[in-house]
T-cell receptor, first 113, second 110 residues
Framework: NAGVMQNPRHLVRRRGQEARLRCSPM?????VYWYRQLPEEGLKFMVYLQKENIIDESGMPKERFSAEFPKEGPSILRIQQVVRGDSAAYFC???????????FGAGTRLSVL | RKEVEQDPGPFNVPEGATVAFNCTYSNSASQSFFWYRQDCRKEPKLLMS???SGNEDGRFTAQLNRASQYISLLIRDSKLSDSATYLC???????????FGEGTQLTVNP
């Protein structure tokens, strides 16, 4: 039973490019969460999605960031026109229900040159 | 005031020592409470949930005091493999987000 799968594990982008981070939740989980960990900081909530719906995006920066969780396929966190300040580890978590324990993927480390 | 505050650490202890971590949270209506551990900034892994009645899992004991909005983690007979950053985590009332403390780094020395 595979856990939460994230890819790529490492992503290097130049300023102004787009970054796409993918997350496949644990089997049987329909709730997906994205968190960001900036260097030397704690994890911060970004967005909570269920299939085809964004439930809570209060932690998402207002511009350049978007997330989706389509009916088929993984959840995608998309960052347009990346800047150096976007360099961070992006973790995805999933749960079976809204109040259930969240399990984390190994993360995607984004480096913006 | 931060939503979840932890001892800043770092803690350096010898093998076999007992170490305690403290955490406070600001939202009195928070739903659920957890301790996660994070190794070398890899993914957080659930260590244990925390209940008002207190709960124990082997060498680990967690306590929750809702009146004081205080959470603790006690590690007895610490092992080298316990070296990690320990994260105090709160599930908010909306049930949609985990709020993490900054973490307390523990190093267990031989």
């Amino acid at each position: 039973n595979a856990g939460v799968m994230q890819n790529p594990r490492h992503l290097v982008r130049r300023r102004g490019q787009e970054a796409r981070l993918r997350c496949s939740p644990m089997k049987g989980h329909s709730h997906v969460y994205w968190y960001r960990q900036l260097p030397e900081e704690g994890l911060k909530f970004m967005v909570y999605l269920q299939k085809e719906n964004i439930i809570d995006e209060s932690g998402m920066p207002k511009e350049r960031f978007s997330a989706e969780f389509p009916k088929e396929g993984p959840s995608i966190l998309r960052i347009q026109q990346v800047v150096r300040g976007d360099s961070a580890a992006y973790f995805c978590a999933s749960s079976a229900d809204r109040l259930d324990i969240q399990y984390f993927g190994a993360g995607t480390r984004l480096s913006v040159l | 005031r931060k939503e979840v505050e932890q001892d800043p650490g770092p803690f350096n202890v010898p093998e076999g020592a007992t170490v305690a971590f403290n955490c406070t949270y600001s939202n009195s209506a928070s739903q659920s409470f957890f301790w996660y551990r994070q190794d070398c900034r890899k993914e957080p892994k659930l260590l244990m949930s925390v209940y008002s009645s207190g709960n124990e899992d082997g060498r680990f004991t967690a306590q929750l005091n809702r009146a004081s909005q205080y959470i603790s983690l006690l590690i007895r007979d610490s092992k080298l493999s316990d070296s990690a950053t320990y994260l105090c985590v709160v599930l908010e009332t909306s049930g949609s987000r985990l709020t993490f403390g900054e973490g307390t780094q523990l190093t267990v020395n031989p």
